[in-house]
C-alpha cells in the first residue's frame, strides 16, 4: 500500500540516532529539514519511503542518515564485515562524485568527533563503481567490498552478474534511488526496475528502499515504480511531498509592445537588452534555453552587450566533458556571473548558489519548469526566482498557463514505458549468466518491477524462443542464440562462455547517436544533421541546411540522399530535434485557457482579467487580447469544445487541424490522417506538426471536401493506420536500430571490437527488410520498435482519446481562410523558421499579419 508520510519532530528522530551521528548532527546544524523529518525514522522502521523535495532541502542526508547510524552502531561495536550495506544508485556520474565527498566530509568530521570522545571506531569504506572505474580500483573493491556502493543503472546490471563481487551484495540493507523523475519516465528507468528485483531475489532478507525525487506527479505510482510488486500487490510505500515548503516567485516577461509588428532587428535587441539588465542585477543567473543552438546564440548576444570580460559560460551535451566540468567548478566556486544551459543543468549536480533562472522561450511543462526555477535559492528557506521571456504569441499563451499552473503546484503526469522488450531481452541474459532458471520462477521476478507488472507468459516465452537462436533466417545473418532454452521442462540458461563479455560490453539503453552525413545525389557532401533530425523525415520532405534548401529523397547506411531545390517552403526545420515537447496535461490546460479568453473577449475584460489572474506584464496581457481577438475576427477560436479546421487553397492546399495535443500526440494523428489522405486522393501528403497542431498539405488539384475531412477523424483501424504509415519511414529504419542493439540482436562491442554506428545500421537494414518478411510485426524485437515509436516518441493513448471526444464533446467546425489565420501563423512559416531565415521568417510574418488586418478591416 502506498501511504502518506507523516512529520515526525527533531526530539523523535534524535532518539533513534548513534549518539555520535547525534552530536554531530547538533554541532553542525540547528534542526531536521522537512525531508529529514519525513525520512529518517520511516527507514528505521524498516519502511520503504519516496521524498519528493526541491534542490537544496538536504535530501542526500535525508537518504543516508539512517544508513550511517546503522553503520556506526556496527563500527562501535567492531562488527562491520567485508560486504556492501548500502547500495546507492544515480543516473549521473557527475552526482556519483558530489555524493562521495558529501558522505566523505560527515564521515571524516564523525571520526574526529570520536577521537576527541576517545571512541574506537571501524573504518566505514565509500567507493565508487561506474563505467569509469578502472581495474585496479574493481580489485581492490572486490577484496575489500565498500560498506556504501555509489553507482549507476548499467553498472548495477554488470556487478550483478560478476560471479564474486555480487557475493558482497548478498545482505543489502538499503538501496537508495537519487534523481527518481530522470529514470521512471524512460528506458533507463526500466532497466533499473529490474535490477532492483534481481538485487532483491538474491538477498537473505528485504531491503529498505528510499527514494529521492524532484517535483514529480502522480507521485503514489512513482512509488510503485519504486518498490515493486510482491505476489501481484503492490510493496508497501510511505510517499512524502516537501516541494511545496519552499516558496517560488515566477513572472512573465514579454520584451515587446507588438509581437507581430516587430523586426527581427527589433526582437534580438529587446530580447537580449531585457536578459542582460537581469543578469546584471542579480548575483549568479543560470539561464536555460530549449536547444544547443540557441545556448550559443545567447552567450554571443550576452557579451556583446555586457562585454567580453563579463564571466559567463555556456553548458550544454555538445561540449567536451573537461569543459562541462571546468563550468560547473566555477560556477560552485562564484566565478561566473552567469550559465546559459540547454538541459544539461536540470538534475541535481551541485552548482553552488543561484539567485536567478531565466527562461527563454516556454520549457513546455510544469513539472520541468519548476524543476528548473528550483535550482534558484539552494537553500530550503530561500526563494526561488524564476522569470519566463517570450517572444512569440503562442509562447506567450503557453507559458501563461504553465506559469499560473506551475505557481499552484498543478503539475503534469509523466509518462513511463510499458513492459518494452529489448529491456528485458538483455536482464534475461543476465539472468541467464547468474543460474539456470525455471520459466516461472523468472516470470515471477520480472513482473515484480513495475513496467513490467503486466507482462504476458506468451510476450516472455518469444522473447526467451527469440533469444535461444530459434530462428535459422537470423543464424544466417550472424545472429547467433545467447541462452538455452528447453521448452519441455520450461527452463533456460546461459549458452558458452562468451555471453558473459557480451553482457558486460553491450548492456545499457542509451543509444549510439552520431551526425548524419548529407549528400547530393552525385555524393556531393553538403554538411551534416543530427540523427534525430534526420529520424523525423519522410521522403519529399524539405529542410534548410547551411542556408539552402534541400529535398529528402533516400536514406543509405548513416547518409540521407538529397537534391537541392528553389523556391520550395521547407516542411521540417532545422531545429525541431532538439526541441522539447509540450506535455498533454499542459496542452489540456491551455485549451481551457483558450475557452476562458473566447468569453473575456467577447466582453471586453481580457486585459483586467489576464493581469489580474496571471503572473504576466502589461505588454503579455495585451498581446495575448489582441492574439486572441483577431483570432475571433478573422476565423474562429479553436478550444476545449471546439477543434477548428482550416482549409487555405493556395497554389497547394493547406489543411489546418488546431490540435491542441502536444506534439508527440499530434505526430501520430497528423501522420495517420496524411497516410488516410494519401491513399484516398492516390498522392503524396506532406505535413507539418507542432505542439497546438499540424497541417496537411496537398498538391493543387487534390482536394479534400468536407465529408473527407470528417471522415479523416473515425477512430477505426487507427492503430493499425499508424503501423503502416511507419512502414519504410527513417523513424522505423533508426528506431529498429536502437531496439535490435539494446535486445543483443546487433553487438555494439564483440570482444573489445567496436561495430561503427555505420555498421549497426547497414546490418539493421538488412535484418529488419527479413523479419518483416519472414515474421510480421509480432515478433520481439519489432514488436518492441513499433511501441516505442508509437507510445513513447509519439503518444498513440492521448491521441485516441482526445481523437474519441470530437462530436461529442468537442465540436467539429471547418472554415474557409483566404490566409493562414493567427493561430495557424505558426504552423505556416514554421519550415521557414532557420536562423538563416530569422529576418525573411518575420518579414513573412509581418506581411501576412498585414494582410490579414486588412482583411479583417475590410469585413467589419
Not at 567548478?329 to 566565478?335: D, P, S
Not at 478550444?639 to 493547406?654: A, F, G, K, Y
Request: aromatic share 8%.
Amino acid at each position: 500500500m502506498i501511504i502518506q508520510g507523516k512529520a515526525y519532530s527533531d526530539e523523535e528522530i534524535k532518539k533513534r540516532l548513534n549518539p555520535l551521528i547525534r552530536e554531530w548532527f547538533e554541532r553542525k546544524y540547528e534542526s531536521f529539514t522537512p525531508p529529514q523529518k519525513y525520512a529518517i525514522v520511516e527507514a528505521f522502521e524498516g519502511r520503504n519511503v519516496l521524498i519528493s523535495s526541491p534542490t537544496g532541502s538536504g535530501k542526500t542526508l535525508a537518504a543516508f542518515m539512517t544508513a550511517l547510524s546503522k553503520l556506526l552502531d556496527k563500527a562501535i561495536e567492531g562488527n562491520l564485515e567485508d560486504r556492501v550495506y548500502v547500495v546507492y544508485v544515480s543516473p549521473l556520474k557527475a552526482l556519483n562524485n558530489d555524493i562521495k565527498r558529501n558522505l566523505e566530509e560527515p564521515l571524516k568530521e564523525i571520526y574526529e568527533l570520536a577521537r576527541e570522545k576517545k571512541v574506537d571506531l571501524q573504518r566505514i569504506r565509500v567507493a565508487v563503481r561506474t563505467g569509469d572505474t578502472d581495474s585496479n580500483e574493481k580489485q581492490r573493491q572486490l577484496r575489500k567490498p565498500p560498506h556504501i556502493l555509489i553507482t549507476t543503472p548499467e553498472s548495477l546490471a554488470i556487478v550483478l552478474c560478476s560471479p564474486k563481487f555480487s557475493n558482497s551484495l548478498k545482505r543489502v540493507e538499503f538501496l537508495i534511488v537519487d534523481e527518481l523523475h530522470a529514470l521512471a519516465e524512460n528506458k533507463r528507468g526500466s532497466h533499473l526496475s529490474l535490477s532492483m528485483e534481481r538485487l532483491q531475489e538474491i538477498q537473505e532478507s528485504n531491503m529498505v528502499r528510499i527514494g529521492l525525487s524532484a517535483t514529480i506527479h502522480p507521485i503514489e505510482e512513482v512509488a510503485r515504480f519504486l518498490v515493486g510488486y510482491e505476489n501481484g500487490k503492490e510493496r508497501d510505500c510511505v510517499v512524502a511531498d516537501v516541494t511545496f515548503e519552499k516558496k517560488i516567485d515566477i513572472q512573465l516577461i514579454s520584451p515587446l509592445s507588438n509581437i507581430f509588428t516587430a523586426t527581427a532587428e527589433e526582437i534580438n535587441e529587446r530580447l537580449y537588452s531585457t536578459i542582460a539588465s537581469l543578469v546584471k542585477n542579480s548575483r549568479t543567473t543560470l539561464i536555460f534555453t530549449n536547444t544547443r543552438s540557441a545556448t550559443e546564440r545567447v552567450v554571443f548576444n550576452l557579451k556583446k552587450i555586457l562585454g567580453e570580460d563579463f564571466p559567463i559560460s555556456a553548458h550544454h551535451s555538445s561540449l567536451s566533458k573537461e569543459v562541462r566540468l571546468e563550468v560547473e567548478e566555477k560556477l560552485k566556486n562564484g566565478e561566473l556571473r552567469c550559465v546559459v544551459s540547454s538541459t544539461s543543468l536540470e538534475l541535481g549536480i551541485d552548482i553552488g548558489y543561484i539567485d536567478l533562472v531565466i527562461l527563454i522561450g516556454s520549457p513546455k511543462s510544469i513539472n520541468r519548469a519548476l524543476q528548473r526555477i528550483g535550482r534558484s535559492g539552494h537553500r530550503l528557506h530561500e526563494v526561488s526566482v524564476g522569470r519566463i521571456i517570450v517572444v512569440d504569441h503562442d509562447d506567450l499563451v503557453e507559458c501563461s498557463v504553465l506559469a499560473k499552473e506551475a505557481l499552484e503546484r498543478r503539475l503534469d503526469r509523466i509518462h513511463m514505458p510499458e513492459k518494452p522488450l529489448d529491456v528485458l531481452c538483455q536482464h534475461v541474459v543476465g539472468m541467464a549468466i547468474e543460474r539456470r532458471w525455471s520459466v516461472d520462477s523468472a516470470l515471477r521476478v520480472i513482473r515484480r518491477a513495475y513496467p513490467y507488472r503486466h507482462l504476458t507468459k506468451e510476450e516472455f516465452l518469444s522473447v526467451l524462443r527469440y533469444l535461444a537462436g530459434r530462428y535459422s533466417e537470423l543464424e544466417d545473418k550472424q545472429v547467433y542464440g545467447k541462452i538455452w532454452f528447453d521448452e519441455e521442462s520450461m527452463e533456460f540458461g546461459r549458452r558458452g562462455k562468451m555471453v558473459r563479455p557480451i553482457y558486460y560490453l553491450n548492456t545499457g539503453t542509451i543509444p549510439d547517436e552520431v551526425a548524419i552525413a548529407v549528400v547530393t545525389k552525385d555524393g556531393k557532401m553538403v554538411g551534416k544533421v543530427e540523427e534525430e533530425f534526420a529520424e523525423k523525415l519522410l521522403k519529399g520532405d524539405i529542410f534548410v541546411l547551411a542556408g539552402r534548401t534541400f529535398r529528402f529523397l533516400k536514406s543509405r547506411g548513416m547518409k540521407i540522399v538529397v537534391e537541392e531545390v528553389k523556391d520550395e517552403k521547407p516542411t521540417v526545420p532545422s531545429w525541431f530535434s532538439e526541441q522539447l515537447p509540450l506535455s498533454y496535461d499542459l496542452a489540456m490546460r491551455i485549451q481551457n485557457f483558450r475557452r476562458e479568453m473566447e468569453v473575456r473577449i467577447r466582453d471586453g475584460y481580457a486585459v483586467d482579467w489576464l493581469l489580474k489572474n496571471f503572473p504576466i506584464d502589461e505588454n503579455s496581457a495585451y498581446s495575448m487580447a489582441e492574439y486572441f481577438d483577431e483570432q475571433a475576427r478573422f476565423s474562429i477560436i479553436p478550444h476545449s469544445e471546439r477543434l477548428v479546421v482550416e482549409v487555405l487553397e493556395e497554389d497547394r492546399n493547406h489543411y489546418f487541424f488546431h490540435t491542441l495535443v502536444g506534439r508527440r500526440a499530434n505526430n501520430a494523428i497528423a501522420r495517420v490522417f496524411a497516410y488516410r489522405a494519401g491513399k484516398l486522393k492516390r498522392c503524396n501528403v506532406q505535413f507539418t506538426v507542432n505542439d497546438n497542431g499540424f497541417v496537411l498539405i496537398l498538391p493543387r488539384y487534390r482536394m479534400l471536401d468536407y465529408d473527407e475531412i470528417e471522415d479523416l477523424f473515425t477512430l477505426e483501424n487507427f492503430r493499425e493506420d499508424l503501423k503502416e504509415s511507419l512502414m519504410k519511414t527513417e523513424i522505423l529504419r533508426r528506431r529498429f536500430r536502437h531496439v535490435a542493439v539494446r535486445s543483443f540482436m546487433i553487438l555494439r562491442n564483440y570482444l573489445g571490437r567496436e561495430k561503427s554506428v555505420w555498421r549497426q545500421q547497414i546490418n539493421a537494414d538488412t535484418l529488419l527488410k527479413m523479419i518483416l518478411k519472414n515474421f510480421g510485426t509480432e515478433f520481439p524485437v519489432i514488436k518492441e520498435t513499433f511501441r516505442e515509436i508509437m507510445e513513447d516518441a509519439m503518444d498513440i493513448k492521448n491521441a485516441m482519446e482526445y481523437l474519441s471526444k470530437i462530436g461529442k464533446e468537442i465540436k467539429l467546425e471547418i472554415t474557409r481562410v483566404p490566409y493562414p489565420s493567427p493561430f495557424g501563423l505558426n504552423l505556416y512559416v514554421m519550415g521557414e523558421e532557420d536562423v538563416v531565415l530569422m529576418e525573411d521568417r518575420r518579414k513573412v510574418l509581418r506581411e501576412l499579419h498585414e494582410k490579414i488586418m486588412s482583411y479583417i478591416s475590410a469585413n467589419s
